[in-house]
């Protein structure tokens, strides 16, 4: 059974909540059911923080031969985090940067991504579904 590991970043907790028109209605347990529901050969691990330090603690981890692939949704750390960019850069297995919005049609300043290059591919703008685009281009 392959493994993938699901990592949202800050604010990231309070989808269904937060800034509904541009995040969503749904909450991210019940996509993540949904997902499970959908890929029953693939165990779909799941971890969020706000904390810069605790994505990193788990990059490290997980990176190392316990997960086949990572989905990461840094939250505003993706616009930021050059420690977050050298976390992914130590690791062994791919990661996919996720995006909920289309950061493109946003803030200029979430145009750039600090993260990117260190990543096997890059969605955004499909909403939650952005998670599952990203998961069948870690299952290839």
């Not at 949904?34 to 691990?45: A, C, G, I, N, S």
């Amino acid at each position: 059974m392959r493994r993938i590991l699901i990592m949202n970043g800050p604010n990231l907790n309070l989808l269904g909540k937060r800034e509904t028109e541009i995040y969503g209605v749904h909450d991210f347990k019940s996509y993540l059911e949904q997902l499970r529901e959908r890929y029953p050969d693939v165990r779909l691990d799941f971890f969020q923080s706000n904390m810069e330090g605790a994505l990193i603690d788990k990059l490290h981890e997980a990176g190392f031969g316990k997960v086949d692939g990572i989905i990461l949704n840094a939250g505003a750390y993706t616009h930021t985090s050059v420690a977050i960019l050298d976390a992914i850069k130590a690791i062994n297995c791919p990661v996919v940067e996720v995006h909920i919005s289309n950061v493109f049609a946003r803030e200029e300043f979430r145009h750039k991504s600090m993260i990117s290059p260190a990543c096997k591919g890059v969605v955004t703008g499909f909403g939650l579904d952005s998670y599952r685009v990203a998961l069948e281009g870690l299952l290839g």
